[in-house]
């Protein structure tokens, strides 16, 4: 998987995600916004896959967003790192989950 960020004219920011093959066949492709995205790192989490290269998206997305502006960034540095880790914390609980399940 690879990704970037990227912007075009009257579009918002967006992140795009591409999948390929060994051979660099496409085989799938998706986009997102900020808040597109991070609904989906939530998901991941959730379903317990590995949402780092879509942490790194969403961060360098937030990060692009101010220098775009050229005002002040619409997130801070102090914002992404709570989100981390925030992301952190809901990792190791879900895994605890994973590893003691609930008995309902």
């Not at 949402?51 to 960034?73: C, H, I, M, N, Y």
Request: no cysteine.
């Amino acid at each position: 998987m690879s990704w970037e960020v990227s912007h075009e004219a009257g579009l918002p920011l967006k992140a795009y995600f591409y999948w390929k093959k060994k051979d660099g066949r496409l085989v799938r492709s998706a986009e997102f916004t900020q808040s597109e995205l991070e609904v989906e790192v939530e998901r991941l989490i959730e379903h317990g896959e590995d949402p780092t290269q879509f942490v790194l998206a969403l961060k360098k997305l937030a990060g692009s967003r101010g220098s775009r502006d050229g005002d002040e960034p619409s997130v801070t540095a102090l914002e992404v790192g709570v989100f981390l880790i925030a992301l952190l914390i809901a990792l190791g609980l879900g895994a605890l989950i994973l590893a003691f399940p609930p008995k309902w």
